[in-house]
């Protein structure tokens, strides 16, 4: 039985795994920590690798969890609100919360206090420039647009995993117009955003960070209210390791 962690108020955890092949015994193993409702979500997928990705996400998510409490995996149960977004429901997680995020190969779970949001790309797959007017500000669009060539792809999931960071925390997913805020890349102090009509927030409570997990795969963190010391801990898992939490 592995050591329960403890949270310091100074720090968030950002917990990755990756997988390119799984066995089927790694499956097995993830498949059984879920409960009734993800094993019927999983049967819905025509693809195994979008079954397997989701299982295997999924799975991780409960044993990220149970680093923190005196938990078995599969014990967590969640609920989520009317635009998606998951919770812990039983037991209780205390003051702590989480956030999972998953593309290509690769799952996050942002664990941290208060109002947290985590996003992740794979920055190497071809970058859908033709629906930046759609989704970006005309600031983000113009900032862009000056960028050479070869460098808006990954100007774009910047600006992209900030926005879906922001979105996930704030709980109301897409019912927040994504042109109605803004990010500014080029601020020293990391990326800094501002808002315009409807979007009611204050952009000093908000603290972003861009990470790069993988040399592929490009994270975004959002955090609200956080201490200004306070600092992001990257830890990576394997599959073949969520066997190995239980707790009572």
Request: with cysteine; aromatic share 12%; net charge negative.
């Amino acid at each position: 039985m592995e050591t329960q962690l403890a949270l310091p108020h100074n720090e968030a955890h950002l917990w990755f795994v990756q997988w390119d092949e799984v066995t089927p015994l790694y499956i097995e193993i993830c498949y059984n920590l879920l409960n009734d409702d993800e094993r019927e979500r999983a049967a819905h997928f025509v693809f195994e690798a979008h079954r397997n990705a989701f299982i295997i996400a999924h799975a991780f998510v409960r044993v990220t969890l149970s680093r923190y409490a005196a938990v078995a995996p599969s014990a967590w149960s969640f609920a989520t609100n009317n635009y998606g977004r998951p919770r812990v429901c039983q037991p209780s997680f205390g003051d702590l919360d989480f956030n999972l995020a998953h593309s290509d190969g690769i799952a996050v779970c942002l664990v941290g206090r208060g109002i947290i949001g985590i996003d992740v790309e794979d920055v190497f797959r071809r970058a859908p420039l033709d629906v930046v007017n759609q989704y970006f500000s005309a600031i983000e669009v113009e900032s862009l647009m000056q960028q050479p060539i070869e460098m808006r792809p990954r100007r774009f999931y910047e600006y992209w995993t900030l926005k879906e960071s922001y979105i996930k925390a704030r709980r109301l997913g897409l019912s927040l117009p994504l042109d109605r805020f803004a990010f500014d890349l080029d601020s020293k102090r990391g990326p800094r955003i501002s808002f315009l009509p409807p979007i009611e927030d204050d952009a000093g409570r908000w603290q972003f960070t861009l990470l790069t997990p993988t040399t592929h795969h490009l994270v975004a963190a959002a955090l609200r209210d956080a201490l200004p010391d306070l600092r992001i801990v990257t830890r990576e898992v394997a599959p073949s390791s969520f066997g190995t939490v239980k707790r009572t």
